[in-house]
C-alpha cells in the first residue's frame, strides 16, 4: 500500500516503537508485566449518561468491599506469578470507578500496600486515583498524595453549570477550580481533567468557554470525549421519548476540531484520539490499552488481559464480596483471545494512537507482516485518504481520525 506524508505533531526521533513506554524497554519484557486496576463502583448518584458497573446508595459497603478487594489483589498477584515464583512486575497502578475518591485515606493505602506486596511494583510507578472534584477537600489530597497516589483523575465535564446539571454532576464549576488548586497545594504535579462535547443543548460558544477555563488551569492533561448515548441509561429513554437532543455530528466534529488546534497550540500533544497532554505527561496506563499489553483488574465487574486470555468479574458488589469471603476469585466470563484476534485488536488499538501503529514491532511480536495479515482490506480506507504511512508507522490521518471506526472495523476478524 502507499500512503501519503505523517501528520503528527509527534517526534518520531528515537521514539520507542510502543509509544509513551521508556526507550531501553524491549518488546518482551513489556510482555511480562501487567498493569493494574482496580475497580470502585461507588458513587453519590449515579450521571444520567453512564452505562459503567457503578452504584448509588451502597456507601456502607465500602469497608466489607474494601476487604473483598484488598484479598483479591492476593489472590490475583499468587496467580499471575513469573515462572519462578517471583511476584510479576507492575508499571502502573489505576483507581477507577464509580468514584474511588469516595474511599477514605485509610483504605487508598491499604490497597495501594497490598498491590506492593503481590506485585513487584516499579519505584516510578504511574498510580492514579479518579476523582469527582465535589468530593475532594485539601486534608483528603494531602493524604492519598502522601500514601502514594502521584496522578490525579478528576471528571469535571463541562464549566457549564447548567450543563453539569442535565448530566447528572454534583459538582459545581467552582468546585473544579478549587479541586485542582488544593491538589496543586497537595503536590500533584500530574493532573487530567476529562471533559464532555455534544452534550444537549450545549454551543460551541459552551464548549469554547469550557476549554478556556480548563487551559487557565493548566492541567497536564485532558481527556476530551464526545457524548455516546447508550442504552439502559435515563439519557436513552430521554432520548426516545424526545426530552433531549445530543448535538449532530457536523457540530460534534466542530468542537473536536476546534479542541485540537486550541490545545496543541498551547503546547499540547494529541497522543490518542480522545486525549490530550504536556510532553512527558501521556497517561501510561491508558498507553497499555491502547498498546495492547498485559492489565490485571480487579474489582466489581473489572475485566481483564492477560496471556492470551482475557476475562472479567462478578458485577454485583455484594456477590463479588461474597465469593472473596470464600476464598474464590471472582471471575464469571473467560474468553481465549486468538492469534488473529490478538493481532486485529493490536492493530486498531495503536490507530487510535497518534503516533500510530509501529509495523517492525508488529511484525516482531505477531511473526508475521503487517501488509500479509492485513491483505487489501484497507484499501478502500486508503484511497479515501484516512491514513498515512512514514519510516516504519502506519497512522490516522487528520481526517482519519474524524472517521477512525471506517479503518477499524476492517481490522476486525469476519
Known sequence: MTYTAPFTTLSQHNAHPLQG?????????????????????FCHTRCHYCDFNTYAGLLPLREPYVRALFHEIELAGQAVRNADGTPR?????????????????????????????????????EITLEANPGTLDQQQLHGI??????????????????????????????????????????????????????????????????????????????????LIIEEGTPFYSWTAEGRITPADEDLCADMYEYADALLQAEGYINYEISNWALPGHQSRHNLTYWQNLPYIGMGAGAYSSFQGRRYSNERSPQQYIRL??????????????????????TAFLALRTAMGLHLPTFEERFGQPFSTFVGDRL??????????????????SKRGRLLGNEVFLRLLPD
Open 145 to 226: 498524595r502522601a500514601a502514594g497516589i502521584n496522578r490525579l483523575s478528576m471528571g469535571a465535564q463541562s464549566f457549564d453549570a447548567h450543563l453539569l446539571q442535565t448530566l447528572g454532576r454534583i459538582h459545581t464549576p467552582d468546585e473544579i477550580e478549587q479541586a485542582v488548586h488544593f491538589a496543586r497545594a497537595a503536590g500533584f504535579t500530574s493532573i487530567n481533567l476529562d471533559f464532555m462535547f455534544g452534550l444537549p443543548e450545549q454551543t460551541m460558544q459552551h464548549w469554547q468557554e469550557t476549554l478556556a477555563r480548563a487551559l487557565a488551569l493548566r492541567p497536564e492533561h485532558l481527556s476530551l470525549y464526545s
Open 379 to 396: 484499501h478502500l480506507v486508503d484511497e479515501a485518504g484516512l491514513l498515512d504511512q512514514s519510516d516504519g508507522w502506519l497512522r490516522l
Open 89 to 125: 512486575r507492575s508499571r502502573t497502578i489505576f483507581f477507577g470507578g464509580g468514584t474511588p475518591s469516595l474511599l477514605s485515606v485509610s483504605q487508598i493505602s491499604r490497597l495501594l500496600s497490598a498491590c506492593y506486596h503481590a506485585f513487584t511494583v516499579d519505584p516510578d510507578a
Open 324 to 345: 472473596l469471603k470464600a476464598n474464590r476469585l471472582p471471575e464469571i466470563e473467560s474468553e481465549t483471545i486468538e492469534h488473529v484476534q490478538a493481532m486485529s485488536e
Open 21 to 41: 513506554m521508556p526507550s531501553t524497554e524491549s518488546l518482551a519484557s513489556l510482555l511480562e508485566t501487567a498493569s493494574l486496576y482496580l475497580h470502585v463502583p
